[in-house]
């Protein structure tokens, strides 16, 4: 009886082990990709990247960085909870003129630990058409 009642609670704590490892974040953004088309030199290079915690655990982003100095990425500072919305600012430098293809490298407590988001476009010269 003692060896059945010690293999019970040696199996339900087990379970429940496992049922707090199921509790994890999950991000899914509205789109990796933000295309600018074709902007001005000079004009606003902010654009923001929405996602959504679809998870059960809060989503913590603990790093988000840019594949050059060029694009400053901002992520939020807070913990976003499970079925909240959160963003991902991008300030691009649009004083450099030609093609943008940069990667933004999001590193955070989700399931999918690294997501990589894009900005594309183009930053035409004044008077250019």
Do not use: H, W
């Amino acid at each position: 009886m003692m060896k059945k009642s010690v293999l019970m609670l040696f199996v339900g704590l087990l379970s429940l082990g496992t049922y707090a490892q199921e509790a994890t974040a999950k991000i899914e953004f509205k789109s990796e990709t933000i295309d600018y088309g074709e902007i001005a030199k000079g004009s606003d290079g902010v654009r923001v990247f929405e996602f959504t915690n679809t998870g059960t655990a809060p989503l913590v982003i603990s790093n988000v960085k840019s594949s050059c100095g060029c694009t400053i990425p901002k992520k939020p500072e807070d913990p976003i909870l499970p079925g909240k919305t959160g963003q991902i600012q991008v300030k691009y430098d649009t004083n450099r003129v030609g093609p943008i293809r940069k990667a933004i490298t999001v590193t955070s407590n989700a399931a999918t630990a690294t997501k990589v988001l894009k900005i594309k476009g183009t930053v035409k010269a004044e008077g250019a058409k």
